[in-house]
């Protein structure tokens, strides 16, 4: 399952409902605050690209047969975390064409290796948002989908069985 959405809208929690035992990737989200009293819920606090792929491969050995679940929370962060890795690689202070095909790459390259893995996989992501002009609050893009550059999104939606949004629906009422 994939579910994206605005922070603080559940996205964590709606992860934290799948089968236990569940392992959950905090990569640089700290956002387990809504999930912490789960019983049977496991978090590994992730902040660099060597971790998450230490991660995966300490799953693919076996050694997380204990876990129903595994969630990536969230998948709009690893993707920060592998762009930090392919400058610290190459040492430039910003990303080109080709540090961004690097990027697309290496995050392909592992979701596919999660999703290989035996346990339920659920991966949460930002929602695509732009500041408004001014300084306003943030307005959500025309374009729906997870907050990855686009080769990766399109992996991620046409991977999952199932996709979800989430979001707090404001009603407002008129006083009487």
Do not use: C
């Amino acid at each position: 399952m994939l579910v994206y959405g605005r922070p603080g809208t559940g996205k964590t929690t709606i992860a934290a409902s799948f089968p236990k035992p569940i392992l959950l990737l905090d990569i640089r989200e700290q956002g387990t605050d809504s999930v912490r009293d789960i019983e049977g819920l496991d978090v590994a606090y992730i902040d660099d690209w060597t971790e998450f792929e230490g991660a995966l491969w300490h799953l693919k050995k076996g050694e997380g047969v204990k876990y129903k679940t595994v969630i990536i929370d969230s998948i709009s962060m690893a993707q920060q975390v592998a762009m930090n890795e392919v400058l610290h690689k190459t040492g430039q202070s910003s990303i080109d064409r080709q540090g961004w095909g690097e990027v697309s790459g290496m995050l392909n390259q592992v979701i596919y290796g999660f999703r290989e893995l035996p346990q339920h996989l659920v991966i949460t992501a930002h929602d695509r948002t732009r500041a408004e002009e001014g300084g306003g609050s943030d307005q959500l893009e025309p374009e729906v989908g997870p907050a990855v550059i686009p080769s990766v999104g399109k992996t991620l939606l046409g991977m999952m069985k199932v996709v979800g949004y989430s979001y707090i629906r404001e009603v407002r009422q008129k006083a009487e």
